[in-house]
């Protein structure tokens, strides 16, 4: 049993890597040939605004003005990945998102989203910040 876990530690931890390393280079650098090394079709989009397939993330990118993904919290069990992000340039404001990626043989296939408006600590219910 402890082999077992060790090596869904080591698959989290390579697809943790491989999930910082395509958003960096395909949105920060905005290399889209890294949609080529990272993911894979069928590629599933469970964004309500994006539609399936690899093409829509070859359109989007080159278009996105300003845009910085920040991960500010990381976590990963089996074929997942998750992030919590503070994300400029998505929508008009900063947006807190969690994404959720799950990846095959390391690549990813399949991606979720959660978006929130940023609110100030000191404009919310509970004073906290919301990442």
Request: charged share 20%; proline share 6%; aromatic share 8%.
């Amino acid at each position: 049993m402890t082999q077992h876990v060790a090596a869904q530690d080591d698959q989290a931890t390579r697809n943790v890597d491989i999930v910082l390393t395509a958003m960096r280079e395909l949105f920060a650098d905005k290399d889209l040939t890294a949609i080529d090394r990272y993911w894979v079709e069928p590629y599933i989009q469970h964004s309500p605004q994006m539609p399936n397939g690899l093409d829509t993330l070859r359109n989007v990118v080159p278009n996105l003005e300003g845009f910085s993904w920040e991960p500010q919290r990381i976590a990963a069990q089996g074929d997942l990945v998750f992030t919590h992000s503070i994300v400029h340039g998505w929508a008009p404001n900063p947006v807190a998102i969690v994404d959720i990626f799950r990846l095959d043989n390391g690549r990813i296939v399949e991606h979720w989203d959660v978006v929130q408006d940023i609110v100030p600590a000191e404009k919310s219910a509970n004073g906290n910040t919301m990442v």
